[in-house]
């Protein structure tokens, strides 16, 4: 049994010897946080938060959900861990648990033990199967840390990678954004020309072996499409024989208020990638589903790719018991019920604040977007002052608001409100009386 530490002790240690992510190191001073529970956490110095954004948008169930942490213990006792080579009951178990809720034609597993690995995992599958090599992605996207799904991100993440980010033949196409058309056009009237672009690249490229989004845009601020986008993507992809992969790392298990977000278009993939929600985060699983199409390549030919962890008993079992409490607590209709309300009240806050230029989001997954000025809609920080380690604004409001008990995601000049599908109104409430406080912090400095 290790010694107990004093907080400041845990905090040196963690600040001096590990790395915080995506950041620069100096001024980072990590909070020690002791426990978890429900749409809480709780600080070394007794204080509780509410989770208004899940963590990283992945404690889908509310922390220390019982039925998962039992589901660990007891896969630990009975068989945590063999090769990837042999079949196990929990596999069995979960594949046919994934059989019943992803999209429809998704029909052969890998397991990985993160987003970023599920989406390597896609693009090597996409390239081996189609024998093309080039992958389309968006800008204002994540897909992930790793180099080929780093090289994918059209996000400042990136950056620090390039050239080397950029694995042969991945290119940007343009993200869909009606509050802020990147090719400054305007829904409806556009007819989608953000796809009918995406259209002119395939054409105009050669070796096109897939596509892939986010269907709703998650850190970059929850960019939803219009219902016409992925309908029309998909007859794209399939005019040009191209694969369509929907990463669905933060928008799986029910957080737009369907199983999978695709779903809302009634659009199957031929690729769906997912993580986070899985699990509800307890224990780290990615999934990389495909159609029996692509299956039936690697039938005779050789499956060239693999972990270690893949299929690890230990990341399954936590899958299948946390689908189950999905289903019993019906957390897709509740998030739907449930996001009405978040929507109306981050809708009336629009309405008191000069400093939200734009609130926009599906079931229980938001977005509240901060402009300098609603004219322009110019934000108050760019992702170049991000890297450069500026202050950002909305860092200023979420630690106004951490100070009031509320935890939200902040990103850029955005935040992301995603909490555990298990709140409440009032808890929803508490959320958004923090941020209306905190948001002064922006009002007093927008321009407009
Ligand atoms: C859409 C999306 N894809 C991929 C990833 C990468 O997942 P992970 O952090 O588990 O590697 C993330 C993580 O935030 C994500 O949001």
């Known amino acids: 049994m290790t010694e107990p530490m004093a907080s400041a002790e845990v905090t040196e240690l963690t600040r001096k010897y590990t790395y915080g992510t995506w950041r620069r190191q100096r001024s ?22 509410l989770d208004f954004s899940a963590q990283l948008m992945c404690v889908t169930l509310g922390h220390k959900n019982a039925a998962v942490v039992e589901a660990i213990a007891e896969q630990a006792r ?4 063999v090769a990837p080579g042999y079949a196990t009951d929990v596999r069995a178990q979960l594949t046919k648990v994934l059989l019943e809720v992803l999209p429809k034609g998704l029909e052969k597993f890998f397991f990985t033990t993160s987003g970023t690995e599920a989406n390597e995992a896609a693009f090597k599958i996409a390239r081996m199967a189609t024998g093309k090599t080039k992958i389309i992605s968006r800008y204002r996207s994540y897909h992930g840390s790793t180099m080929g799904s780093i090289a994918a991100t059209g996000d400042a993440r990136r950056w620090a990678m390039e050239p080397a980010g950029k694995i042969p033949g991945v290119i940007f196409a343009p993200e869909v954004n009606c509050y802020k058309c990147p ?3 305007t829904y409806p009237s556009c007819d989608i020309a953000c796809a009918q672009y995406l259209e002119h690249m395939i054409e105009n490229e050669s070796d096109v ?12 601020g929850v960019l939803v499409p219009p219902k016409e986008y992925m309908p029309k993507l998909r007859k794209i992809c399939d005019t040009h024989e191209v694969l369509l992969i929907a990463d669905e790392v933060m928008t799986g298990w029910c957080r737009t208020g369907k199983w999978f977000a695709m779903d809302h278009w009634g659009v199957a993939p031929d690729i769906l990638t997912t993580a986070k929600g899985i699990t509800n985060a307890a224990i780290p699983l990615g999934l990389c589903a495909t159609t029996g199409k692509i299956a039936s390549y690697f039938e005779d030919h050789f499956f060239s790719h693999g972990h270690t962890y893949e299929a690890h008993p230990l990341t399954l079992a936590p899958a299948i018991a946390s689908i189950n409490e999905m289903k019993r607590m019906s957390l897709c209709e509740r998030a739907v019920e449930l996001g009405a309300h978040l929507g109306q009240k981050l809708n009336e806050l629009k309405s008191r604040h000069v400093s939200i230029g734009d609130v926009r989001g599906i079931g229980l ?10 004219t322009s809609k110019a934000p108050f920080n760019t992702a170049s002052e991000k890297v450069a380690g500026k202050p950002l604004v909305v860092d ?19 935040f992301v409100i995603a909490p555990p ?28």
């Open 28 to 49: 980072w001073n990590p909070l020690h946080l002791i426990d978890a529970e429900g749409c809480y956490f709780v600080d070394a110095a007794g204080r509780r938060y």
């Open 78 to 81: 009975q068989l945590a861990y």
């Open 183 to 185: 090719i400054l056009h």
């Open 209 to 220: 072996a897939a596509v892939i989004v986010e269907p709703v845009v998650g850190t970059n």
């Open 365 to 374: 997954f938001w977005a509240v977007d901060l402009v300098r000025d609603r």
């Open 396 to 414: 200023r409001i979420a630690a106004r608001m951490m100070g009031n008990g509320v935890f939200i995601q902040a990103w850029m000049s955005h």
């Open 421 to 448: 599908l298990i709140i409440t109104k009032e808890e929803i409430d508490t959320g958004v009386a923090a941020l209306d406080e905190a948001l002064k912090i922006a009002d007093d400095e927008a321009e407009n």
